[in-house]
C-alpha cells in the first residue's frame, strides 16, 4: 500500500513556514484557513499551533469590531508588541499567517514575513484561482516591503 | 516695503466699512493693514475682536498667524495655524507659514522638508526664497553647533545629536503633535488619555476626534483582552494596516499615542520621529 500523498500547496505552504521559522527570534509560525484550522506551522517545543491559530482567529474578530467602524475595507496585517513578544498576523484570503517572535528580533523579519506572503498567494492562486485577490496581495505586498526596507 | 500712503488709504477704507457694519469680515484685510503698516498691537486687537465674532473665518486665523509671527510668539503663531489648517485644511499659504514658524523655532530640518516640497511645484515662487534665506540667516546667527550642513530635502528626522538634544528639552505634547502630523503621509496624530479622552489631537479625517480617539482606544482594549487569554503580556504597541491606510497604537505610561497615516508611510522614519518626539514626553 502507498502512502497517502499530502496536498500540493501544504508543502508549498510548509516552505513558507520553514522560511519565517528558521529566522532568528521566530518562535513559531502558523498558516490557518478562515476559520481558524491550522493547515501547517511549526514552532518551538511548547509552542501549540492549534491554540495559537484559534488565538489569531479571536484577535483579528476583536479588533475588526471597532476597526470596522473607521476603515473599510478589513484588516491585512496587524503587529501586536508586548515587552517579551512580537506578533504579525496577515490575513491573505483564504488563510492567515501567525508570526510568534521574540520582541527583540530583528526588524528585517517584516521583509520575510512579506516574502512568505507572497509565497502564500502563489500557492493560494494556483490551487483556488483567487485572481484578483492575490493580485491585491502581491501588490501590498511590495508596497509593504519597500515601506519597511 | 509696503506703500505707507497705500496702506494707509487700505486702513481708512476698512474702518469705514467696519464702522458701517461692525459684523463684516473686512476686520482681517484691516487687522492685516495694521500689521502690514508695523502696529501689531492695533492688528491684534482688531482681528483678536473680529474672531470672537467669526471663530471659523479662516483667512482672518493666517492673519492672526501672522500678527504672532510678527510678535515674535511662535507657539501662538503655531497654535494659530494648526486652528486654521483644523478649519480649512492645508493650502500652500499654511505650508509657507508652518515653515516659517519652524525656522523661527530653530526647527529648519522640519522646515526645509516642507520647503522642499513646496518648491518642487513652484521653484521660483519668492516665498520659497525668502524662506531659504531665513535658513542660511538662522544657521550663520545659531547658536547651536551642527557638526555638517544639512541639504534642504534631506529627511526631517534626520537630525544631529546636538539638534535632537536641543529639541526634545522642553517640548510638549502639543507641539510633539503638531510636528508629527506635519510628516509626510501622517494623516492624524491623537493623544488619548487611558479613560478615551482626547487629551490634544490633530487629524484629517471625517471622524471627529473623540470618535476616533475612543475606537482607538476600543481596539487596544480588545487587543490587551485577547492577549491576556493568550497568555502573553501587555500589548504596548499595535499596529494595524489596510489596503489604504495604517493606525499605529502606542501606550505610553499615562496616554495612548495613536498615528494614523496613508498605507505607503514609511514605518522607519516614522517610528525615528516618534522615538524624538515622544521619548520624554510623559504627563
Known amino acids: ?149 | 516695503m509696503f506703500d505707507t500712503v497705500e496702506i494707509d488709504d487700505r486702513i481708512a477704507k476698512c474702518e469705514r466699512i467696519l464702522a458701517a457694519d461692525p459684523q463684516s469680515q473686512i476686520f482681517a484685510a484691516l487687522a492685516d493693514a495694521y500689521r502690514k503698516s508695523g502696529d501689531v498691537v492695533r492688528a491684534y486687537d482688531i482681528c483678536h475682536q473680529g474672531l470672537m465674532l467669526h471663530p471659523e473665518y479662516a483667512s482672518a486665523r493666517i492673519v492672526m498667524t501672522k500678527i504672532h509671527l510678527a510678535k515674535e510668539n511662535y507657539e501662538q503663531a503655531w497654535t494659530e495655524l494648526q486652528r486654521t489648517i483644523d478649519i480649512a485644511g492645508r493650502t500652500r499659504s499654511t505650508d509657507l507659514l508652518e515653515a516659517e514658524i519652524l525656522i523661527r523655532r530653530g526647527q529648519k530640518s522640519e522646515a526645509a522638508a516642507i520647503i522642499d516640497r513646496l518648491s518642487g511645484s513652484d521653484p521660483d515662487d519668492e516665498n520659497i526664497k525668502r524662506l531659504l534665506e531665513m535658513i542660511e540667516k538662522e544657521e550663520t546667527t545659531s547658536v547651536r553647533l551642527e557638526p555638517k550642513t544639512r541639504n534642504v530635502g534631506e529627511p526631517a528626522f534626520d537630525h544631529s545629536p546636538q539638534e535632537h538634544a536641543v529639541e526634545k528639552k522642553g517640548i510638549s505634547l502639543p507641539q510633539a503633535i503638531g510636528l508629527l502630523k506635519i510628516t509626510p503621509r501622517v494623516l492624524g496624530v491623537l493623544a488619548v488619555g487611558n479613560e478615551g479622552l482626547i487629551l490634544e489631537a490633530r487629524i484629517d479625517s471625517s471622524y471627529s476626534k473623540e470618535e476616533f480617539g475612543a475606537l482607538s482606544k476600543g481596539i487596544y482594549d480588545n487587543v490587551v483582552q485577547s492577549m491576556s487569554r493568550v497568555g502573553l503580556g501587555a500589548a504596548f504597541e499595535v499596529l494595524i494596516e489596510t489596503a489604504a491606510a495604517k493606525i499605529w497604537i502606542i501606550k505610553k505610561r499615562k496616554y495612548f499615542l495613536v498615528v494614523y497615516s496613508r498605507d505607503d508611510v514609511s514605518m522607519g522614519a516614522l517610528k525615528l520621529k516618534v522615538d524624538e518626539l515622544f521619548g520624554n514626553i510623559e504627563l
Open chain 1, 1 to 149: 500500500m502507498g502512502r497517502a500523498k499530502k496536498p500540493k500547496s501544504v508543502d508549498k505552504f510548509q516552505n513558507a513556514v520553514a522560511y519565517l521559522a528558521e529566522y532568528s527570534g521566530v518562535r513559531g509560525v502558523v498558516i490557518a484557513d478562515h476559520e481558524g484550522l491550522v493547515l501547517t506551522g511549526r514552532g518551538a517545543k511548547n509552542f501549540e499551533l492549534e491554540k495559537y491559530a484559534a488565538y489569531a482567529m479571536e484577535i483579528i474578530n476583536a479588533v475588526g469590531v471597532p476597526f470596522h467602524r473607521l476603515f473599510e475595507p478589513g484588516i491585512e496585517y496587524l503587529v501586536i508588541k508586548t515587552s517579551h513578544d512580537w506578533l504579525t498576523i496577515a490575513v491573505s484570503p483564504p488563510v492567515m499567517l501567525l508570526v510568534v517572535a521574540d520582541r527583540q528580533a530583528d526588524d528585517l523579519l517584516h521583509i520575510r514575513i512579506t516574502r512568505s506572503l507572497e509565497l502564500i498567494s502563489s500557492y493560494v492562486k494556483e490551487k483556488y484561482s483567487v485572481s484578483s485577490a492575490i493580485d491585491n496581495s502581491k501588490k501590498n505586498a511590495r508596497s509593504r516591503e519597500a515601506i519597511y526596507v
